[in-house]
């Protein structure tokens, strides 16, 4: 691969802390092989996807990581394959979560940014086509707000799932809000509720936190419950 493969820097020193893919049963390289050459238009001409998935994975697998790591990968990507009826090009969306935290740093603001750059490196470079790979790095972009246009069924489609998690069942939920404060361990803990205790009301306000159907009858009950619960553990 070019120096402008997913597994070298987006910005000119590696992002990267090991080299390890924990994906030793190899679903998900098949999984982005399947992916990848379905957004080629099904043609298998073009480069080896698996170099792209091993760089792909050993970024999701650095050590920062607590929360964004392999099992969120994996559990997006499932979120996807249940609301994939509702997108217009669920192998975008697909491509996409691949891409939204492959840059991932808590200290830093513009994670998205540089990640949907790394999409439109690495894309055309594997053999997608340009329009494809603008949809992709469009819908990257569209994690910052998670605040999809009516219509964008695409960006429904990922913000949904990418949300799923604060549907999850209560001890999950714990799991995710325990990693999530792991992953911002150099904030002091004052510091740390009052951002977080923010963020959670932000959600809270919002008229709908999910935007497919699926989402708004099976999830949003759950998410706002598991939010409210937080929010009271981190204010009392």
């Known amino acids: 691969m070019s120096d402008s493969a997913p597994g070298t820097s987006d910005s000119g020193t590696s992002e990267r802390g090991t080299s ?7 679903s998900l390289r098949g999984r982005w092989r399947e992916t990848l050459l379905a957004a080629r238009g099904g043609t298998d001409r073009g480069p080896d996807p698996d170099p792209y998935a091993d760089a792909l994975l050993a970024r999701w697998a650095e050590p920062q990581r607590r929360y964004h790591t392999t099992t969120h990968l994996t559990q ?18 697909r491509l996409a979560v691949w891409f939204h935290d492959a840059v991932y740093r808590p200290d830093r603001s513009e994670n998205e940014e540089r990640s949907a750059a790394l999409a439109e490196r690495a894309l055309p470079e594997a053999g997608v086509p340009d329009a494809a790979t603008a949809e992709v790095a469009r819908l990257v972009r569209l994690t910052v707000t998670h605040d999809p ?10 913000c949904d799932a990418d949300l799923a998690i604060l549907a999850a069942a209560p001890k999950e939920y714990a799991a995710y809000a325990a990693q999530v404060r792991e992953e911002y361990g150099f904030v002091p803990d004052d510091a ?33 419950q598991n939010l409210t619960t937080e929010l009271e553990l981190l204010t009392h």
């Open 20 to 26: 390890e893919s924990p994906d030793t049963g190899g």
């Open 192 to 224: 740390f509720r009052e951002g977080r205790s923010a963020v959670l009301r932000q959600l809270l306000e919002l008229p709908r936190l999910f935007r497919t159907p699926h989402g708004a009858a099976e999830w949003e009950p759950r998410a706002r």
């Open 76 to 93: 997006v990507l499932d979120r996807v394959d249940t609301l994939a009826g509702h997108a217009s090009d669920p192998d975008l969306v």
């Open 149 to 158: 246009a009516d219509g964008d069924t695409n960006g429904e489609v990922l």
